[in-house]
Nanobody
Framework: QVQLVESGGGFIQPGGSLRLACAAS????????MGWYRQAPGMERELVAT???????NCADSVKARFTISRDNAKNTVSLQMNSLKPEDTAVYYC???????????????WGKGTLVNVSS
């Protein structure tokens, strides 16, 4: 089994900062891309940021100047530093990872259960 567990969500006022963290655990042979997606009420899930195991990042235009994604390959973790938060950033944030499980032939996509970020005054 493989698990992704997120932490760090919560309620924050506009202009504030939050840091999300996600840890991958279980029967992991290789960890490829990791990242964050979000889903606001009534909206489709959208990409926030991803990072390869080599450190190449990709961020949505809406967050590029405010959010920073990073990872620790030794600990199988990915983090999202979110600054200058806006009400439109309110969403459930999901951790994502492409993982090759031990004894498996192909990597698969895994998702965390999500953590709520609520930006409101």
């Amino acid at each position: 089994q493989v698990q992704l567990v997120e932490s760090g969500g919560g309620f924050i006022q506009p202009g504030g900062s939050l840091r999300l963290a996600c840890a991958a655990s279980g029967s992991i042979a290789s960890l490829f891309d990791m990242g964050w997606y979000r889903q606001a009420p009534g909206m489709e899930r959208e990409l926030v940021a991803t990072i390869t195991n080599g450190g190449v990042t990709n961020c949505a235009d809406s967050v590029k100047a405010r959010f920073t994604i990073s990872r620790d390959n030794a600990k199988n973790t990915v983090s999202l530093q979110m600054n200058s938060l806006k009400p439109e950033d309110t969403a459930v944030y999901y951790c994502y990872a492409k993982i090759l499980r031990r004894l498996s032939l192909r990597p698969m996509d895994y998702w965390g259960k999500g953590t709520l970020v609520n930006v409101s005054s």
